[in-house]
């Protein structure tokens, strides 16, 4: 039987891109942190163990900031990736946020990638994301016949992809905690994209999901 094309279904902050990073570096820079922070002192999804006194519109406004798309950088392997898999792979970025955010992260993307993918926003208010146990859904997003790859749990529990792909690039936390995942059906954890791509390629020459019949 003949391969045909599969469907990935991408989040962009903290999977594709290493915003979190990137928003660190922005704090260090803006509120003079001495000594500076890293990602490995991330602990919340607010920023507040990077910087005690950042506020949820605070992180809104610095994600949606032109300083933020001048620091932000791909995941290690992504563009070679990306680059290598156009003929094999439909990309669909599904990512939540601001409208200005969200509005900016396809600009960025067209910039690096092109306009070889498909993009959905969706709308987010980041007084949600006070509230660690809120859960964000993106079952909204038809996946049945794709693979989708999120670093948040509760983005992956919902929806209908066959086959789901948590990645933790920066270890664990409580959004991706693994007694948040039991059950769930068809899902790998890694740690990064090297990993990720071991299990895209596995899926693409074996699943049958993804042959012609």
Known sequence: MENTK????????????????????????????????????????GYRSIYGHVTIKDVENMYSSDE??????????????YKKSLEKV??????????????????????????????IGLPITYQENEDKQKKFSKASVNMRHGIQVDDRIDCLESTNAPIKILIKMYGDHYWN?????????????????????????????????????
Request: proline fraction near 2%.
């Open 90 to 119: 439909n990309f669909v970025f599904v990512t939540k946020g601001a409208t200005e955010n969200i509005n900016k992260k396809k600009e960025y993307l067209q910039k690096h990638l092109g306009k070889t993918f498909e993009y």
């Open 177 to 213: 905690l693994p007694e948040d995942y039991a059950g769930i059906q068809n899902l790998y954890v890694v740690t990064n994209w090297d990993e990720a791509i071991q299990i895209i390629d596995f899926a693409y020459n074996e699943h049958c999901i993804f042959k012609k019949s």
């Open 68 to 81: 933020f798309f001048d620091a932000v950088k791909f995941a290690p392997s992504f563009l070679d990736f």
């Open 6 to 45: 599969i469907t990935l279904y991408l989040d962009v902050d903290d999977t594709v891109l290493e915003s979190s990073k990137a928003i660190i570096e922005i704090l260090n820079k803006k509120h003079s942190i001495n000594p500076q922070k890293t990602i490995d002192d991330l602990n919340d999804w």
